[in-house]
């Protein structure tokens, strides 16, 4: 599951500014890419809306909890059914949608943009020894298995979550529960972005090189540019809509990566909803025998998210690089 | 091999040592600042705090952390990776290698039918393009990709073990019926991402001028589809293979921990949650060398095999 594996076929593409317009047209005229699109927005619509869209409370336990209401399957109260403490599963998987969104979208910012696109246009355009340092590093964090160091970076800080979650409640107006999900949440962004930012700064640095060697960059650079003037407006442009292909279709990877710690146990804490611990209540041959509900309501919604992803990413890439279009 | 691609060769292994020591460093610092835990795990019920000082006395958790990793590069370099902490009587390096050894056949066999299956169905996509048939090939493929190894294993537990009764759930030696699934669960997933790459290579081979003469000259299509077109388009395929290749010795930690398997990836897990500082450094750093010398492996078969590539070998 390596983040960074997307990114390996993204050749050196000059972009032109007006074809922005025509790839969203040539997606939309792919009916693929159009589903996938709809699904997300409907992902998206509910777990931002969880609070307002979820029929109960997913931390709500009946009471008193009678053997009817646990594990029971999907009914027209309960859609996807209860678990095991008799909870709403259509809620806790709403719940769930939005933690996956929250934290993609963390780790989007920080690791996708910040690093990702900041280290390859360092890369891509100081060239170097620079870019050799940052691509070699990226190359061997791309190939170590990224689960076993996620893992190990997790379990190292988690001997300090209640330091830091005592530190937080008594220097912010953080509550208990707030406070420790808040710590927990951080610990699995800190341990994504390592691998976060490969991909992304794969792309970026080689467009830039590409773009570097224009002769509007050298004009800029012959009238004396500042720097920064050269990489925001000559060499950024050229850059974002490979970016933006690349980011998409890291999406499932990075989400893949707090769903495989938390169905470890060792991602958001127990009263956060998330896909992984709702799948690891109903892993296990025998309990799908007997209550396959309870693994198909946190998988079926998170695979087609990842799915939904990988297939506009697909569908993107076909676009932006025009060697391997259908002719028509 | 001319000196250009040498002299290439040996930049790439210079650079592998300092990205090495600095994720050797990060590594070493991050476990040593978990404070005691592989004592208290180790101990357990018997845990004093007299016994804990004299273990974190014996293994020299004691010293200040740059010591220990002095201590530990030292060893090293002598071969010596350090003992697990969980199994006192062994070193890591015994611990790791019988298991390494297991994810890598069941790995292998993997990988062998990913790239069987990766391959046509990639020519096939690449053949079709532009009809329906192109973009449902890979799509139909990309779904397995999106099913985490943790879902589809209970279901295929369910499906093959407990509803068809062909195979059983207990791990029984990597060439028995058992393995048949996880082999399965681990290869098909790869598929889509091949199948795109062979795809891609043989449109941009499709294109070239040899392939119109071939067809020019009135080759059968078979002829040119599979000697002319596909022989070609398998080159970039060296590096997914290459660089697949120190993964699978990395073990599948899903598939092994459900399917019981004693595999690498089963037991990072457990070392990850001992904590097993020896045991994980050693996976980490190991794997990591892996992958450097999957990497070089990789440009050196291409200048053999691609003669444009050691002119151009001044890259990097």
Not at chain 2, 12 to 29: E, K, N, T, Y
């Amino acid at each position: 599951m390596a983040i960074a594996e997307s990114a390996e076929y993204f050749p050196p593409v000059e972009m032109a500014r007006p074809r922005r317009w025509r790839t969203l047209r040539v997606l939309a005229r792919k009916k693929i890419a159009v589903a996938a699109l709809a699904y997300l927005v409907v992902f998206y619509g509910c777990g931002l809306l969880a609070p307002l869209v979820a029929p109960y409370d997913p931390n709500e336990q009946p009471r008193p909890l009678t053997l009817e209401l646990r594990k029971a399957g999907p009914s027209g109260e309960h859609w996807f059914g209860t678990d095991d403490l008799g909870r709403d599963l259509f809620s806790r998987a709403l719940y769930a949608a939005r933690t996956t969104i929250i934290f993609t979208l963390v780790v989007l910012l920080t690791g996708g943009v910040f690093l990702g696109l900041g280290l390859g246009l360092l890369a891509g355009y100081r060239g170097g020894w620079v870019d050799t340092l940052i691509m070699r590093v990226g190359e061997v964090l791309g190939g170590i298995p990224t689960l076993i160091l996620m893992l190990a970076i997790t379990a190292s800080f988690r001997t300090r979550i209640d330091d830091l979650r005592f530190w937080l409640e008594d220097h912010t107006w953080l509550g208990r529960s707030d406070a420790e999900s808040l710590v927990r949440f951080t610990i699995i962004v800190l341990a994504t972005l390592p691998f976060a930012w490969i991909g992304s700064a794969r792309i970026v640095r080689s467009q830039a090189l590409a773009i570097r060697e224009s002769t509007f960059v050298l004009s800029a650079e012959a009238m004396g540019a500042s720097t920064w003037r050269i990489v925001t407006r000559h060499i950024l442009p050229g850059v974002l809509p490979l970016f933006i292909v690349g980011l998409s279709a890291g999406m499932a990877s990075i989400a893949g990566a707090e769903v495989a710690l938390s169905f470890l146990g060792l991602g958001v804490g127990p009263d956060t909803p998330s896909f992984g611990s709702l799948i690891s209540q109903g892993a296990g041959p025998y309990t799908f025998q007997t209550w396959p509900h309870l693994l198909l309501a946190g998988a079926v919604p998170v695979v087609l998210f990842f799915y939904a992803w990988n297939l506009l990413g697909d569908a993107l890439v076909d676009i932006l690089e025009p060697r391997t279009q259908a002719p028509r | 091999m001319g000196p250009g691609l040498t002299g290439y060769i040996i930049r790439r292994l210079l650079w592998a040592i300092p990205v090495l020591f600095i994720l050797s460093v990060v590594v070493f610092w991050m476990l040593r600042l978990a404070p005691g835990d592989p004592i208290e795990s180790r101990l357990g019920k018997a845990y004093t705090p007299e016994a804990a000082a004299r273990l974190r006395e014996k293994y020299g958790y004691t010293q200040p952390i740059p010591v220990q990793y002095v201590k530990y590069i030292k060893n090293l370099l002598q071969g010596d990776l350090g003992v697990s902490t969980r199994h006192p009587d062994f070193t890591a390096a015994e611990i790791i290698l019988p298991k390494m050894w297991v994810s890598t056949q069941i790995g292998f066999f993997a990988l062998l039918i990913t790239f069987a299956l990766g391959i046509p169905v990639g020519v096939y996509a690449a053949l079709a393009r532009g009809t329906f048939v192109d973009p449902m090939v890979i799509s139909s493929w990309l779904l397995l990709d999106a099913i985490p190894a943790f879902v589809l294993v209970p279901m295929a537990q369910w499906l093959f073990a407990l509803k068809l009764g062909w195979v059983g759930l207990r791990y029984e030696g990597v060439y028995t019926m058992n393995m048949v699934v996880p082999v399965l669960i681990l290869a098909l997933p790869g598929v889509a991402g091949v199948a795109r790459l062979m795809r891609a290579s043989v449109i941009g081979v499709m294109g070239e001028d040899f392939v119109r003469t071939a067809r020019a000259k009135g080759l059968r299509e078979r002829t040119v589809v599979v000697t002319h077109i596909t022989r070609n388009a398998l080159l970039p395929m060296i590096t997914v293979i290459g660089l697949s290749l120190p993964g699978i010795a990395a073990g599948a930690l899903f598939v092994e921990q459900l399917f019981g398997i004693p595999g690498i990836g089963r037991e990072s897990l457990e070392a990850v949650t001992a904590p097993d500082f020896d045991v994980i450094l050693a996976l980490v750093l190991f794997s990591s060398f892996l992958f450097v010398m999957a990497n070089v492996l990789v440009d050196v078969v291409y200048a053999f095999i691609d003669p444009r590539v050691r002119i151009s070998s001044g890259r990097g």
